[in-house]
């Protein structure tokens, strides 16, 4: 599976953005996805999982309430829809694929990841 993250950019703090995740090569609707962000000098953080269908999803503390993870089996995509974003929001966004129908929140349960897009939120 390869994936491919896009809607990166430059907001200002409590607008919004909505990323997504397109698989290529192959489907990953069997599998669960997951969204990570590394900000600048720290390591690779866990933000969003979701399994297979959906129906499940999982969100780091500080992003409850204002991200949302989703996906669409058939056009092959994962989103994230973040909204009263903050600074400390800052960081480049990676999406990968567990070779599972769920991933969690651990990183090393998933096995393909994308190249990441970087979000910047100005104060």
């Known amino acids: 599976v390869q994936l491919q993250a896009s809607g990166g950019g430059l907001v200002q703090a409590g607008g919004s953005l909505r990323l997504s995740c397109a698989a290529s090569k192959r489907t990953f609707s069997n599998n669960g996805v997951g969204w990570f962000r590394q900000a600048p000098g720290k390591e690779r953080d866990f933000v969003a999982g979701i399994n297979w269908r959906g129906g499940s999803t999982t969100y780091t503390d500080s992003v409850k309430g204002r991200f949302t993870i989703t996906r669409d089996n058939a056009k092959n995509t994962v989103y994230l829809q973040m909204n009263s974003l903050k600074p400390e929001d800052t960081a480049v966004y990676y999406c990968?694929?567990?070779?599972?129908?769920?991933?969690?929140?651990?990183?090393?349960?998933?096995?393909?990841w994308g190249q990441g897009t970087l979000v910047t939120v100005s104060s």
């Open positions: 990968a694929a567990a070779r599972s129908s769920w991933g969690g929140d651990e990183a090393r349960m998933y096995h393909y």
